[in-house]
T-cell receptor
Framework: SQQGEEDPQALSIQEGENATMNCSYK?????LQWYRQNSGRGLVHLIL?????REKHSGRLRVTLDTSKKSSSLLITASRAADTASYFCATVFYNQGGKLIFGQGTELSVKP | DVKVTQSSRYLVKRTGEKVFLECVQD?????MFWYRQDPGLGLRLIYF???????EKGDIPEGYSVSREKKERFSLILESASTNQTSMYLCASSFQLVHEQYFGPGTRLTVT
């Protein structure tokens, strides 16, 4: 079964608002990654956060990792219509040969 | 920038046909991956390769085979296409297994 579970499944906000997406997993990880997928396209890597890191930033993106709760969150600040996409977390587990295990994704809709 | 290209964006094949999906990356990455993406099931790993002529089964290898004769090229083969293989197929590559993956644009395959 897939290890990454994302919440919410869908999120609709107005331009300028912040969007927060959450990801939970079940076993110890090497790292956790966030990807974006625009409709019908391939995935684009956003941020990788290692198990010994707690927070990372990239532009308007902020990712946190709480290994004690086995959860991560992706915050997009000051959202834009162009942020409309599906967002996936993917975990790399120890003893899984480095495979990425993807969550089901959160569909974000940003209305202008 | 890393570029991963896939041979076709859209493909329509008949049941029983042999189908080749090709993927090429230009960043000298060791690892290459084939996923399929279906609504409600997310991304599932079919096969991956960590070196030329080396391959490992992913989570759903049945009905598929792969070939990696050159470092930059990774082919997915459907020996006898069936309607349940209608899906979006995504290729990806990475420098190391635990690193971020770079995805191609995807091939939407329809088997009739």
């Amino acid at each position: 079964s897939q290890q990454g579970e994302e919440d919410p499944q869908a999120l609709s906000i107005q331009e300028g608002e912040n969007a927060t997406m959450n990801c939970s997993y079940k076993t110890s990880i090497n790292n956790l990654q966030w990807y974006r997928q625009n409709s019908g396209r391939g995935l684009v890597h956003l941020i990788l956060i290692r198990s010994n890191e707690r927070e990372k930033h990239s532009g308007r993106l902020r990712v946190t990792l709480d290994t004690s709760k086995k959860s991560s969150s992706l915050l997009i600040t000051a959202s834009r219509a162009a942020d409309t996409a599906s967002y996936f977390c993917a975990t790399v587990f120890y003893n899984q040969g480095g495979k990425l295990i993807f969550g089901q994704g959160t569909e974000l809709s940003v209305k202008p | 920038d890393v570029k991963v290209t896939q041979s076709s964006r859209y493909l329509v094949k008949r049941t029983g046909e042999k189908v080749f999906l090709e993927c090429v990356q230009d960043m000298d990455h060791e690892n290459m991956f084939w996923y399929r993406q279906d609504p409600g099931l997310g991304l599932r790993l079919i096969y991956f390769s960590y070196d030329v002529k080396m391959k490992e089964k992913g989570d759903i290898p049945e009905g598929y085979s792969v070939s990696r004769e050159k470092k930059e090229r990774f082919s997915l083969i459907l020996e006898s296409a069936s309607t349940n293989q209608t899906s979006m197929y995504l290729c990806a590559s990475s420098f190391q297994l635990v690193h971020e993956q770079y995805f191609g644009p995807g091939t939407r395959l329809t088997v009739t």
